[in-house]
């Protein structure tokens, strides 16, 4: 139970902006043989979809304090980030899963107030996939 609750938790922060793998706990857990296969996919699917939702989560929220002095996003780049996702649309959340652009995509999901319904099953998609992958090559 606790390296299945690790790896719930790892996926979850992986979601965020810090640098963790999950796919490596995943790899290890489903190379150790003790876990059924889509138990690992559901809970590392599970924590990352959960942590991609903070991340909507604070993009919702973090455009109220876009004019205080230590706000880490500049003007310019959070209007670049607007004009990409008006462009590209809902559909680049299935690359929610990519490493140094999924993270940002799901902030900028809140930040166009993405609602859940649509933000949720593309994400799931997305990063069920990506797991989905790595075990099927373990296999």
């Known amino acids: 139970m606790i390296a299945l609750s690790t790896l719930f938790l790892v996926s979850f922060l992986a979601a965020t902006i810090l640098p963790l793998q999950s796919e490596a706990v995943l790899a290890g857990l489903a190379l150790a043989g003790s876990y059924n296969s889509v138990l690992l996919l559901l809970v590392a699917t599970a924590g990352n979809v959960l ?12 455009e109220k304090f876009k004019e205080q002095r230590w706000f ?66 373990l296999q």
């Open 51 to 62: 942590g991609a939702c903070v991340n909507l989560w604070l993009g919702r929220h973090m």
């Open 72 to 137: 880490p996003v500049k003007k310019a780049h959070l209007a670049r980030a607007r004009l990409i996702y008006r462009r590209y649309g809902i559909w680049t959340l299935l690359l929610a899963w990519v490493p140094f652009i999924g993270d940002p995509l799901t902030i900028i999901a809140g930040i166009m107030r993405t609602p859940l319904t649509i933000f949720l099953p593309l994400v799931t998609i997305g990063k069920a996939g990506r797991y989905l992958a790595i075990l099927a090559a």
